[in-house]
């Protein structure tokens, strides 16, 4: 294994960074000189986003993950929080070659959690976090832990990415799922390398399709829906970010379509009496159109917004569809 050490990130530098975070005030502009290992030569002014639905959150100790958390917050027009240490990680905590260093014991106890310095506000806005840490030994530093024990991010989809001199991410988030319930969705982990410059960073920003939306075809009409901001919608939008799902539906009742999404989505069931173009998850895992009206114990995923009632009755009530979600 081949690592880089780099000095640690100057007092300044994070004062700086702080003013950019949530909470804080006005963004400050910057042309910091990087010790990171990644092509990023500034870093993005980001500024605090009224309606930002995106948290970028991470922990830099020499710069490179930050670089990344940066561009990226700036890419998708997010939000963005630091993950500061109480106390300083110095140059000699940091010093893998010898195993009694600060940051080699932690990452050996499963226990440690290191203190932060301040949490963020509230993360009530936020659907999505993007979660940033180096790799250090093969996992996030405990400090990772230390953040997800303090907030709560139940019902958000969390995309974790990191950085390492050489070693691909691996299991590398698994301890940090670990701390989170089944509400949470977590996607795979994206690993930059040192060669990563601020092109494939926003390239791979893109791939996210974060501020896209989800888009719904009966047969091969496109309708306009309000999704709910949910975590049952973040899970479907995971479901189908790669590519579109089909799902096969059958009328029923004389007034709903149904059909099976073939996978479990988070369910918050309550009794609902539906009207036209209502769409719930029934039983957690069949997706149901209504043209008509039911009363049953659902969880609401969306409206359709372009349709009379006489319009999705001529669409739905005269034989079974097929229904495409999709994020393209
Ligand atoms: C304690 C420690 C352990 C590390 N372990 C690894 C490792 O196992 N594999 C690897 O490729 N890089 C390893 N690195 C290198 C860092 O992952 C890499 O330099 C990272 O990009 C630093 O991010 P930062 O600049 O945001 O702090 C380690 C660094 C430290 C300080």
């Known amino acids: 294994m081949k690592i880089m050490m780099k000095k640690t990130v100057s007092c300044l530098m994070a004062i700086i960074i702080m003013a950019v975070c949530i909470g804080g005030t006005p963004a400050l502009a910057e042309d910091a000189v990087s010790s990171a290992t990644v092509k990023v030569d500034h870093f993005p002014v980001v500024e605090k986003h009224e309606d930002a639905k995106v948290l970028v ?66 993360l ?86 974060l501020g896209e939306k989800m888009k719904l075809y009966i047969n091969d009409t496109a309708v306009s829906v309000d999704w709910e901001d949910s975590e049952s919608v973040a899970a479907l939008r995971e479901l189908v970010r790669e590519e579109p799902l089909s799902v096969q539906m059958s009328m029923y009742g004389g007034f709903e379509q149904v059909g099976s999404l073939g996978s479990k989505l988070p369910r918050n069931d309550s009794q609902t009496t539906t009207e036209a173009g209502d769409i719930v998850l029934y039983s957690g895992n069949q997706i149901v159109i209504f043209y008509g009206s039911n009363s049953w114990s659902y969880t609401r995923l969306g409206r359709i917004t372009d349709k009379s009632a006489v319009e999705l009755a001529d669409m739905l009530g005269n034989g079974d569809v097929v229904v495409t979600l999709s994020m393209d």
């Open 124 to 209: 009530e806005q936020y659907n999505t976090i993007l979660l940033g840490y180096p790799f250090w030994w093969g996992k996030a530093p405990r400090i990772m832990e230390t953040f997800l024990e303090s907030i709560d991010v139940g019902g958000k989809t969390i995309i974790p990415f990191c950085t390492s001199a050489s070693s691909p991410a691996g299991a590398s988030a698994d301890d940090l799922k670990k701390m989170t319930d089944d509400t949470t969705t977590w996607m795979d982990v994206k690993r930059f390398d040192n060669g990563s410059d601020a092109q494939a960073i926003r390239e791979w920003a893109e791939t996210l399709k």
């Open 57 to 122: 959150a991470y922990f830099s100790v020499n710069d490179t993950t930050r670089a990344i958390a940066l561009t990226l917050a700036d890419a998708l027009a997010a939000d963005v929080f630091e993950i500061i240490p109480e106390v300083p990680y110095t140059e000699e905590d940091l010093n893998y070659n010898d195993s009694s260093t600060r940051a080699t014991v932690e990452q050996r106890d499963t226990a440690a959690r290191p203190a932060i310095s301040a949490l963020p506000e509230s």
